[in-house]
């Protein structure tokens, strides 16, 4: 980690010093700068968070919503779903009607039209998580798998009623090759998982690490891929078809997570999972979660041109303060 310190005039002309550090991924070398002072600048978008008004709107005529998801969403074929669609709980799995993946499905996760983040009940997660699973064996040919979930617009969510989307490709996306080829030169040279160390490590540092629920160890990414980040490393499962051994730990911790973002004024985030398309030595399945910017009428983004064009998170939050803040929940 590289500290440097930007210096200027105030227009109160006082020196003003802030601190900026320069932190890359131990495995992967992609770097980020944190700043903490940028979350204190003015949002000239940013007005009090009330979107009453956005979720009533778009309640009406909702796809996803109980009363219309039979006449307003596609369904599978029949060789993937004879059905039609999966349903179990509240949740309820269908096609995504503008697809970009071989296999691209939608998981209405809940039937009430709007939960904010400590809402969500262990079973509502859990229930979407198996639905996922249940998809992901129809399709099981396939060789990389994906669970995303963003939500609210912010995230990219195009509608508020909370929902997953579910990927299947023939070839990863840019981001997991270089996990998965990183894990596997890892492994090679120094003969251990990186991250099965990156635990060990961390739960030693104790500064950023979060908890553990049965096999799954929660912590704070070290050089963050956006705001808040979390990431979930499942220490005895390498592929996502693993998941449904700790589908109930994973749902329990991803709750937590959710409750400690609400109390942290988070009420939009993106969610994703990196899986190796075989069960291996080398890697371990992770997830991650990213805060995003507040639901407003008018918001500023949080990815701006260094996010954009030259892939280098600026972030506006410590991960030793993230992981304080989120422990106190498990």
């Known amino acids: 980690m590289l500290k440097i310190i930007s210096k200027f005039l105030s227009p109160s002309k006082d020196l003003e010093e802030q601190v900026i550090e320069y932190r890359k991924d131990g495995l992967t070398k992609i770097g980020c700068r944190i700043n903490i002072?940028?979350?204190?600048?003015?949002?000239?978008?940013?007005?009090?968070?009330?979107?009453?008004?956005?979720?009533?709107?778009?309640?009406?005529?909702?796809?996803?919503?109980?009363?219309?998801?039979?006449?307003?969403?596609?369904?599978?074929?029949?060789?993937?779903?004879?059905?039609?669609?999966?349903?179990?709980?509240?949740?309820?799995?269908?096609?995504?009607?503008?697809?970009?993946?071989?296999?691209?499905?939608?998981?209405?996760?809940?039937?009430?039209?709007?939960?904010?983040?400590?809402?969500?009940?262990?079973?509502?997660i859990?229930?979407?998580?198996?639905?996922?699973?249940?998809?992901?064996?129809?399709?099981?040919?396939?060789?990389?798998?994906?669970?995303?979930?963003?939500?609210?617009?912010?995230?990219?969510?195009?509608?508020?009623?909370?929902?997953?989307?579910l990927l299947g490709d023939s070839k990863p996306t840019y981001l997991l090759e270089l996990y998965l080829r990183a894990s596997a030169a890892y492994y090679k040279k120094h003969g251990e998982n990186y991250w099965l160390k990156l635990i060990k490590d961390e739960e030693k540092l104790e500064k950023r690490f979060i908890g553990r629920i049965g096999s799954i160890a929660w912590l704070a990414a070290y050089a963050p891929l956006g705001n808040n980040e979390v990431i979930a490393v499942f220490e005895d499962a390498s592929s996502i078809?693993?998941?449904?051994?700790?589908?109930?730990?994973?749902?329990?911790?991803?709750?937590?997570?959710?409750?400690?973002?609400?109390?942290?004024?988070?009420?939009?985030?993106?969610?994703?999972?990196?899986?190796?398309?075989?069960?291996?030595?080398?890697?371990?399945?992770?997830?991650?979660?990213?805060?995003?910017?507040?639901?407003?009428k008018y918001y500023t983004s949080d990815s701006g041109f260094m996010e954009t064009l030259h892939h280098e998170r600026v972030a506006e939050h410590l991960p030793e303060k993230l992981a304080g803040d989120v422990r106190k929940f498990f």
């Not at 596609?74 to 009607?97: D, Q, S």
């Not at 229930?127 to 609210?152: C, G, P």
């Not at 998941?243 to 937590?256: N, P, R, V």
């Open 241 to 296: 078809m693993d998941l449904e051994y700790h589908t109930s730990h994973f749902a329990k911790g991803l709750k937590k997570i959710l409750a400690a973002y609400s109390s942290l004024g988070v009420r939009s985030f993106t969610l994703t999972t990196y899986s190796s398309p075989k069960k291996t030595k080398d890697f371990c399945l992770n997830t991650r979660l990213v805060s995003r910017p507040t639901p407003q």
């Open 37 to 124: 002072k940028r979350a204190q600048r003015v949002k000239q978008a940013l007005q009090e968070a009330d979107f009453s008004e956005l979720i009533q709107k778009s309640s009406q005529g909702c796809f996803f919503c109980p009363e219309n998801i039979e006449k307003t969403t596609p369904k599978f074929l029949p060789e993937i779903a004879p059905e039609g669609r999966i349903v179990l709980g509240e949740t309820t799995v269908f096609p995504n009607l503008f697809p970009f993946a071989e296999h691209h499905a939608i998981v209405a996760i809940c039937k009430k039209h709007f939960l904010d983040l400590n809402e969500f009940t262990q079973k509502q």
């Open 126 to 165: 859990e229930d979407a998580l198996a639905a996922s699973l249940d998809y992901f064996k129809r399709i099981k040919k396939t060789k990389y798998f994906y669970i995303n979930w963003n939500h609210m617009p912010p995230s990219g969510a195009s509608i508020v009623h909370p929902h997953m989307q």
